[in-house]
Every structure is written in C-alpha cells, then in structure tokens.
C-alpha cells in the first residue's frame, strides 16, 4: 500500500478538491494529494492557461494532448490540473506561471516553492 501524505493545504487546512472534469492528482482522486511514489510532487492545483500549456509542451511535458489509452482527455485553458510544484516553479522563472489555488495545493508544494511566490499567483485569496 502506498504512503499517502496528510491531505493539507499550504494553510494547514483540509486540502481542497482540485478537479473531477478532468480527474486530476497523482492517485487521480480530484485533489492534489502526495506520497512516497509521488515523485514529480503533483501537488500545486494550477488554472491552465494556452499560454502555460505551450510553454510545458515545449519542456516536454504535453499535457493538452487527449491519450485514451491511458483514459487522459488532455488539459484545456481554463481546467484545474494538480501540477507538478517543479514544473510550476520552471514555468516561473521562465515568465510562464499559471496562477493557483492556494486551498486546493498541497502543503509539500512548500519544500520546492516558497509560499511568497504561490501567494503573487493566488485565485483564491481576498
């Protein structure tokens, strides 16, 4: 059985449903949860933009490509998608960052991205 960190936010709070429509997260379970075969960190709920997901095509990472073999209807502008916190980070310094849910990322997407950064790319903050 696989170990599956504390559902959290970076608030400390219950972590939030990212998405159902696409089904996201590493366990595919709508939210952005972790664990130890996590290895990419799935953990930042993202709004995808066009812009975004050329930008992570070209870094080799297709995400708006539909592959039903593997039952994945690809990412459009606009959906939620748990990404990993490294690509997020990438797509950052290269002036690419989608913005984020704060209540629906994961607490561990803080040991890659400082809390500073997430909070200049919040939807949900007042």
């Keep these: 059985m696989p170990e599956v960190e504390k559902p959290v936010?970076?608030?400390g709070e219950l972590l939030e449903e990212c998405?159902?429509?696409?089904?996201?997260?590493?366990?595919?379970?709508?939210?952005?949860?972790?664990?130890?075969?996590?290895a990419g960190?799935?953990?930042?709920?993202i709004n995808a933009t066009r812009e975004f997901l050329e930008f992570s095509r070209f870094r080799g990472n297709d995400l708006s490509t539909p592959r039903p073999e593997l039952d994945f209807p690809g990412v459009k502008?606009?959906?939620?998608w748990c990404l990993c916190?490294?690509?997020w980070l990438e797509a950052y310094e290269h002036g690419m960052?989608?913005?984020v849910y704060l209540k629906r990322t994961h607490i561990k997407s803080l040991e890659i991205i400082p809390i500073q950064l997430l909070q200049k790319y919040a939807m949900d903050l007042n």
Excluded: Q
Excluded at 20 to 38: H, Q, S, V
Excluded at 77 to 80: A, I, L, S, T, Y
């Design 19 to 38: 998405s159902e429509d696409p089904l996201t997260g590493f366990f595919r379970d709508g939210c952005c949860n972790t664990g130890d075969m996590d």
């Design 85 to 87: 916190a490294a690509r």
């Design 77 to 80: 502008p606009g959906d939620r």
């Design 97 to 99: 960052a989608p913005k």
């Design 41 to 45: 960190s799935h953990t930042v709920c």
């Design 9 to 11: 936010n970076v608030f």
